[in-house]
């Protein structure tokens, strides 16, 4: 059974930090893709971060310069730091993967940055 798992969410002001981490399980994730999506509500989740299976990364426009996806795969555990937040950060971040053919998800956590 795979689970994810995120935390590291919270309250922050504009030009602050936070590293958001997806303890994982059931899945070995430095064999597959993991990603970090983000959705407001009323809107659709977006991609915002990808690591494959080597070191390749992929960023959403909007964050490049200013969030880095990395893993550390004796804890099964993939990050999402993020810089130099901004108010259109606000979203909740889900982390997923997918295995056996099936797209899995987080429940999420919530990051708010205020003004």
């Known amino acids: 059974q795979v689970q994810l798992v995120e935390s590291g969410g919270g309250l922050v002001q504009s030009g602050g930090s936070l590293r958001l981490s997806c303890a994982a399980s059931?899945?070995?994730?430095?064999?597959?893709?993991m990603a970090w999506y983000r959705q407001v509500p009323g809107k659709q989740r977006e991609l915002v971060a990808t690591i494959n299976s080597g070191t390749g990364t992929n960023y959403t426009d909007s964050v490049k310069g200013r969030f880095a996806i990395f893993r550390d795969n004796a804890k099964a555990t993939v990050y999402l730091r993020m810089n130099s937040l901004k108010p259109e950060d606000t979203a909740v971040y889900y982390c997923g993967t997918t295995v056996g053919g099936r797209y899995y998800w987080g429940k999420g956590t919530l990051v708010t940055v205020s003004l």
């Open positions: 059931g899945v070995i994730i430095s064999t597959t893709t």
